[in-house]
């Protein structure tokens, strides 16, 4: 079977998994070597079987889409890593893509796209898109055509925001529905982002590179 498509599915919602891992084994060619349900599974599971795809949820325990996707092919250059998800945004989708993903897939996506999905990213040499709507399939031709935006993931810029507001860590938790702790490891990647040494800073240097809005005097 050495021309059989290795997969891993990580996503935290075991029934959708074992539906999408029921399609593929009985879709000839494609072999189910591993299922995650967070981020660290991703990235172990790519480190013990080195698949040709990952099925990745945006959405997921463990640390951000972003650095799933860093570790993923930190572990495994070769693999091929697509991104699953029920928010069609573009937001989303460029983060997605400048992390290093290859292929974004909408979850309403029928059978013969998932299969078309997995089949063809082994083929593409870069980031290309599936089952999205005009409006982020723009977005694609944007990210190509501009230079690199937002250092920082989704949720990574939401915390930012309400740092800005001045917001402590347990409100900022509360506001997200994250623990303190996470609270924390974001604020943790957002300095090295961008830099910074303080939330003083980090709000600074935000605003200066368009992240945040300059605050309106009142």
């Known amino acids: 079977m050495s021309d059989a498509v290795g997969v891993v599915l ?3 919602h075991a029934l959708f998994r074992a539906g999408l891992a029921e399609l593929l084994r009985t879709v000839g060619g494609h072999v189910v070597l591993g299922q995650g349900a967070s981020g660290d599974e991703a990235v172990a599971l790519t480190r013990e079987h080195r698949p040709d795809v990952v099925m990745l949820d945006v959405e997921m325990p463990g640390p951000g889409v972003s650095s799933t996707i860093f570790g993923i092919l930190r572990e495994s250059p070769g693999t091929k890593v697509v991104v699953l998800t029920v928010h069609d945004d573009p937001d989303v989708l460029r983060q997605v893509f400048d992390a290093g993903a290859s292929g974004f897939l909408a979850k309403s996506a029928g059978c013969a796209e998932l299969v078309a999905a997995i089949d063809s990213t082994r083929r593409e040499q870069d980031g290309f898109l599936l089952s999205a709507s005009r409006t982020t399939s ?3 031709v944007h990210r190509r055509a501009a230079p690199a935006e937002s250092p920082l993931t989704a949720q990574e810029r939401r915390v930012l925001e309400l740092l800005a507001q001045g917001q402590p860590n ?4 509360i506001e997200l529905f994250i623990s303190e702790t996470t ?3 974001h604020l ?7 830099e910074a040494t303080s939330r003083l800073q980090a709000v600074s240097k935000a605003t200066q590179i ?4 300059a605050p309106s005097s009142r």
């Open 210 to 213: 368009g992240l945040l809005s």
């Open 170 to 173: 347990r409100q900022i938790a």
């Open 138 to 140: 723009r977005a694609v």
């Open 183 to 185: 609270v924390k490891r």
């Open 10 to 12: 990580v996503d935290d």
């Open 188 to 194: 943790t990647n957002i300095y090295r982002k961008l």
